[in-house]
């Protein structure tokens, strides 16, 4: 049985196929949908964690699917910034599984809705799986076309979710969201017509050996840029993303934040740096990094002004995805460590600090019945560890040390004062005041009883609402302190073809 | 050489067309049709792409599963667009659900 | 890992573990909670004793953490860092006394304690940084949870303090990080131990490594409260009394005057400043400072405020005397003063507490002939405001001396003269009340008087200020003894060239 060898490559299907039985399972066993989704969550962690052993002894592997080569074939790809991906992926998502179920647990006890919570849940499961598989085929994909098809995959699952909650808003708001990521895909789709027309293959492997710099190229990139851009939401693409996260459910809005708008970043970034870096100009880079930086500051100052706590956590997302864009024109800049670091950083620390921020936004909209910042007095004695969860989530999106977030916000200060732009690091430094300015104001809310503050109604007991948010808050904030697990598992796994760009433009 | 230009090019006008539909107008059966147009016009580009003359050569497979597996994308994607449609039309009070909202939430619509 | 690490990550342990604790202890557990805090901080104190002497003979402690190429954390235990920590575990001890005795019966104590003992265990992490990053680091997690301390009451004004508070603190923050990394790029990773990088730098970027000095002062300048950047600190008096002490004379404000401390000896050495030129800006914004804390304290009826700018004046004689970096005997002033400065104004804090908690006694003008009902409490204030003025054998007097030695050493009367208008200010704003509680009569009753306890207060409360106005007295007079402060002091200053 060689297939289940430590060192068989045939281990990196399975974050793809789990989830789709899982999901499948989950459709039709609509009784026993948590413990399938538990079961196929920590399987796909465990098998992740293995991945990343087998990537630290091996190196980066292929897996061609169904034994055929490249060109003709599909192949499947672990290196360093896939990896970490996949991991964020899965701790996240074992965090939100586990957080879900409480948020449906509560929800059904509750017996004048119970039934349309029921059906809600009956739905989530499957649609959850669904996704999972579809984000781990993304970073797993090695092949142009392949990434279409978990795009799409990813984008019909998230929109179907977004809508779940039923009213109106969520509906505006998903359908929006579908038409945004039909968009995206086809612009990318038609990306591809123009790279299968100049180059004939459609394997990354292959594709990255072919440094062409044609005007086909140049036109593929750009549309499966605006594609890609499209669905990550930066600046001024972003329209669709504050109503979309704002209104779906709490779980949803911590999968949609913390892990849907990473996927197309991470392909973005890989075209752009590992596949075709001949083709980047500085202009470009440039250009991309203004965008990033308006994104992080008009954002952040969009967050400041809400007044609904969903709203100003979906504004902050659009403002910490700027920072991965203004890596664009610093991930080269030479400083000894490889060219994902910045990203993987943000991306890492981003996605557990706002997921453990949407978590708690969750518990808190459960516990009051509302979300208006001005009225959230008094929630630190009924939810003490949601209130030091998001305490603690807010400490790495402000970017304050040890965080993971400190160490991405230190790399791009570093490599923006190194090679002497310092106009980015202005922006980076603005971006984080303005960002404690909005988690503070609803802290200093939730953290202050009143005197003379009585408990409205004794709560059961939330721990599967606060313990999983208060988890990922934890990683975040230590995310910093280990951060030379990351970086090891990315200088290990990265292809060398992407190092060699380290320090400049060929 | 003729043929994949016009072939390219139609797909290239509808690709235009669908796509100035799409922002322009507000009606959602619009939307969803303007973007069903623009997959059309991308995949008459992809097929117009993989065009060989007769007796000039093998058939290239990869554009033509390329293009399938791109209608069926855009048939479920259309399904699911058209009941997102049609709920929002149930559960909204007006006709013509298509305004564009820019995030301003109503209270009880908070998940 | 050797023993010496261990000692260095069981002091940060010892009131980090209380600290924790205490989060999850349920409100009633006031006995456990009190206990908790007391044996974390006696073990501190003997844990820190036990650094002190080792420092003393020449053992190295350092435990070092690397994250990412560049960015290293380090702990170190050096004679500068034994003095601030051996400062902070005994007040810190004092204050968790007093502390207990004040809030009893104030509901959320469980949080207040156990923020209490983050805060004290951040400070410790301040004192013990080995280099910039790791200061930074702690720097910024003593805003967080001292914040929490300041809103404590939960009223309206408290959150705006507090909200001002963190306005001030991380744009501090902000301005400290862009430069520590400005720093770095220049001349590399900055460890204290190195005392100053070399001076070729000077030449290729005199002008960066200037404004980078201007930054980093406005970064633990917002702590120290220099002038301009004061403003957060009357406002944050709103809280009680245990955090305004542990605030002005063990945590926060003296954290940022440590800052200036290390900046100015350890991360540029005082010869690449003398080269660069900055020194006479430091002195002159010390100098304001000073005068205009005085000043503003003058204008104050509520004590706590008068405490406040008092304090913002006084702070700044460390910056003075690190404004003369090259002079060792202003360097020697600057440095005790960090030490006598913070026992002077824990012991007027205390005080201030007592008058507020027994009698509601929050103005200056209800303050007459208070010594009568509460003698005790107003002779360990009176000699901490002997102190403040500069009257030997208090400590206060001992800093000034060496301040103003070392100016006249300089060749900076100015130094002098600001010294002596200064002690003349003070005398103006803390005579009077002395005067008024010592010889008034009283004119009306008491606002809320509370009979607790057989002696004039609780016990809790009155022994803090006895022991700190003790040790006051005790080391000015015992100031040239092997054992003393200016003792160490001296210590610290022999292992700099200057």
Known sequence: MTVFQFSSPAWMVCPVILPLIAGLLCFLFSHRTFAIALAAALTNLLVVCLLTGQLLVFGPMRCHMG????????????????????????VTGLAITLYARGYFSYRISDPRRAGRHQRQQRYFWPLWMLLLAGLN?????????????????????????????GKPASLLASFRYLLVSLLGSLTYLFGIVFLYRSNGV???????????????????????????????????????????????????????????????????????????????????????????????????????????????????????????????????????????SIVIFIALAHACAKSAMFMAAGTVFLHLGHDRIKDLSGVRASLPITVFAYGIAGVSLMGLPPSGGFVGKWLL???????????????????????????????????????????????????????????????????GLAASWPLHILVHGTTTLAQVFVGGLP | MITTLIYSLTGLILFGMGFFTLIIHSHPLRKILAVNVMSTGVFLILVATAYIPLGEGEIDPVPHAMVLTGIVVSVSVTALALILACRIQETSNSSLPGRKQQGEVPEESIG | MNWGQWLLVSILLSSFIPGIIIFGLPEEKHRLRTVLNICGSIAKIALVLIMDIGVYFGHIFEIRLSIIPG?????????????????????????TVYAVGYLEGSPNRSHFFGYFSLCVTVTIGIALAGNLVTFLLFYEMLTLTTYPLVIHRGTEKS???????????????????????????????????????????????????????????????????LVPLHGWLPQAMVAPAPVSALLHAVAVVKAGAFGIIRIVLDVYGPQNLLLLGVLPLLGGVASITILYGSIRALQQDDLKRRLAFSTISQVSYIALGMSLADQPLAVIGGLVHLVHQGLMKITLFFCAGNLAETLGIHRISEMNGVARRMPFT?????????????????????????????????????????????????????????????????????????????????????????????????????????????????????????
């Open chain 3, 71 to 95: 960015v290293e954390l380090l702990l170190n235990g050096d004679p500068l860092s034994a003095l601030f920590a051996t400062l902070s575990s005994v007040l810190w001890l004092l204050t």
């Open chain 1, 137 to 165: 085929g993304l970073f797993l994909s090695n092949d142009v076309f392949n990434v279409y098809v978990t795009l799409e995959l990813i984008g019909i699952s998230a929109a179907s979710l977004a809508a779940l909650s």
């Open chain 3, 378 to 498: 107003m002779a360990a204030f009176s000699v901490g405001a002997l102190g403040m003025i500069g009257i030997p054998p208090t400590v206060g007097f001992v800093s000034k001396w060496y301040l103003g030695l070392g100016g006249l050493a300089a060749g900076n009367w100015w130094v002098v003269a600001v010294l002596a208008v200064s002690s003349l200010l003070n005398a103006c704003y803390f005579l009077p009340i002395l005067t008024r509680a010592w010889f008034g009569k009283q004119q009306e009753p008491w606002p809320e008087e509370q009979y607790i306890g057989r002696f004039e207060t609780r016990l809790m409360l009155l022994v803090p200020p006895l022991i700190t106005a003790f040790i006051v007295i005790a080391a000015g007079v015992v100031a040239n003894a092997q054992v003393s402060p200016l003792a160490w002091v001296r210590f610290i200053v022999r292992g700099y060239t200057l």
């Open chain 1, 202 to 340: 459609l394997d990354l492997g292959l594709l990255q050996n072919l440094a062409a710099n044609g005007l086909g190229i140049r036109t593929a990139l750009v549309l499966m840029s605006v594609g890609l851009l499209l669905k990550t939401a930066l600046f001024p693409l972003h329209f669709w993303l504050p109503p979309a996260h704002a209104n779906a459910l709490a779980p949803v809005s911590a999968i949609l934040s913390a892990l849907v708008v990473k996927g197309s970043f991470y392909m973005l970034f890989r075209f752009w740096f590992e596949i075709f870096p001949s083709t980047i100009t500085q202009p470009t880079l440039n250009f991309m990094g203004t965008l990033g930086a308006v994104a992080v500051l008009w954002g952040a100052v969009q967050a400041i002004r809400q007044h609904r706590l969903k709203l100003m956590v979906a504004y902050s997302t659009v403002s910490q995805l700027g920072y991965l864009f203004i890596a664009f024109p610093l991930a080269r800049v030479d400083g000894g460590i490889p060219v994902w």
């Open chain 3, 159 to 225: 959150q705006r303090a507090g909200g001002n508070y963190l306005i001030y603190a991380f744009s501090g923050g902000a301005a400290f990080l862009f430069a520590v990394v400005s720093l770095q790029t220049i001349v590399g990773p900055v460890d204290f131990s190195a005392a100053g990088f070399p001076s070729s730098f000077i030449e290729s970027h005199g002008a960066a490594l200037i404004l980078i000095f201007i930054l980093l002062i406005i970064g633990v300048g917002v702590k120290a409260a």
């Open chain 1, 413 to 479: 200060l570093t490599a923006s004062l190194g090679s002497s732009q310092w106009w980015w690091a202005l922006v980076v430094i603005t971006g984080s005041l303005l960002a404690s300015i909005y988690v503070f104001r609803v802290m200093s809310r939730l953290f202050v009883i009143p005197e003379g503050f009585s408990l409205k109604k004794s709560e059961p007991h939330f721990r599967l609402l606060e313990w999983p948010a208060l988890a990922l808050a934890l990683i975040s904030l230590f995310l």
């Open chain 1, 67 to 90: 034994g055929w080569q490249p060109p003709l074939g599909i192949t499947l790809r672990t290196d360093g910034p896939a990896l970490l991906m996949l991991l964020m992926t899965a």
